[in-house]
DNA sequence: TATTGTTATACTCTATAACTATA
DNA sequence: TATAGTTATAGAGTATAACAATA
């Protein structure tokens, strides 16, 4: 596989692209996701505990609004993330409706573990390719970005 | 963004380009994934209408094994899809022990909706790329199977 | 006796509606 | 009155264990 050859080699139309390229992220993001921490949690918990180590601090609110789900489901959610000791509850300072959530210790090792389980893995398959193949996945790193944002 | 910037832009690590290419392949995952049909199915019902579309008609116990769920798992969801009218269950011609399930004239519909809304929506943004651009993720969806299946 | 599928039971995740507390 | 969060209720998805029918 060289630079010449894939350029001659695109689909004719970015549908064709589209369908190869989604089953190909599709099965990557499900093997991906196979690889956890030790606390073995769900995706929703997973993601709320992730959301929280890269922004800090959140209301169960704003939690909801960012995983697009509703509430209820994410007070659910929260409950037992602290029945685990992975997120802590706290009064707001100033707004005595609000709930303030933090990652503890605990958690913010959850989250450094699972992502080093996945990258891990990810990067033991990567060790695989050529230096050129790996060139062409931080290229679509890129790519996958902006498309995603869009 | 030209191919010998590409390969001097590559991570040092490919730790570095695991955790990057993680990112991306599960924000790009979920958001294709927002993409549904008129039915509105669930991941793990559209999974199961999906795999019969590929496979033809197949059996609980094979649909479960493929799935990796449990078998009384995928007796609820086929049986919420032939609730749907989406796939229909007969009895095996041989074996009286086992069930076919297959797919309905509505089943195929819904699949080939969805995979179309997710296909567009995908080649909507991929056709705001340049040729270039589109060629490399021509050769990510290739690299992004092998590594998927390995 | 082994295999296939289902039923029974329990827990997580989700939603909408109703409720409480605070602003 | 509006907002933030929770509780109540219901349905989907999952698992393990127990069961029925067939091989």
Redesign the interface.
Same mark, same amino acid.
């Given at each position: 596989?060289n630079?010449v050859k894939?350029?001659t080699? =695109?689909?004719a139309? =970015? %549908?064709a692209?589209?369908? +190869? #390229?989604?089953?190909? &992220? !599709?099965?990557?993001?499900?093997? &991906?996701?196979n690889e956890r921490g030790d606390a073995g949690l769900s995706d929703p918990q997973f993601n709320v505990v992730a959301l929280l180590d890269l922004h800090g601090p959140m209301t169960p609110g704003q939690l909801a609004e960012a995983e697009h789900i509703a509430a209820p489901a994410m007070t659910r959610t929260v409950g037992l993330l602290a029945d685990l000791g992975l997120v802590a509850k706290a009064d707001h300072p100033t707004d005595g409706r609000q709930v303030v959530v933090t990652l503890t210790p605990a958690g913010e090792a959850e989250v450094r573990q699972t992502?080093l389980r996945? @990258?891990?893995w990810?990067?033991g398959?990567? @060790? %695989? #390719?050529t230096?050129? +193949?790996?060139?062409?996945? +931080? @290229?679509?790193?890129? #790519? #996958?970005?902006r &498309?995603? =944002? !869009?």
């Amino acid at each position: 596989m060289n630079y010449v050859k894939d350029v001659t080699t =695109t689909p004719a139309t =970015t %549908g064709a692209l589209a369908a +190869e #390229l989604r089953v190909a &992220i !599709s099965r990557a993001a499900r093997r &991906i996701k196979n690889e956890r921490g030790d606390a073995g949690l769900s995706d929703p918990q997973f993601n709320v505990v992730a959301l929280l180590d890269l922004h800090g601090p959140m209301t169960p609110g704003q939690l909801a609004e960012a995983e697009h789900i509703a509430a209820p489901a994410m007070t659910r959610t929260v409950g037992l993330l602290a029945d685990l000791g992975l997120v802590a509850k706290a009064d707001h300072p100033t707004d005595g409706r609000q709930v303030v959530v933090t990652l503890t210790p605990a958690g913010e090792a959850e989250v450094r573990q699972t992502r080093l389980r996945r @990258d891990v893995w990810l990067a033991g398959r990567l @060790d %695989g #390719l050529t230096p050129q +193949e790996r060139a062409v996945l +931080e @290229d679509a790193a890129q #790519l #996958l970005r902006r &498309i995603a =944002t !869009s």
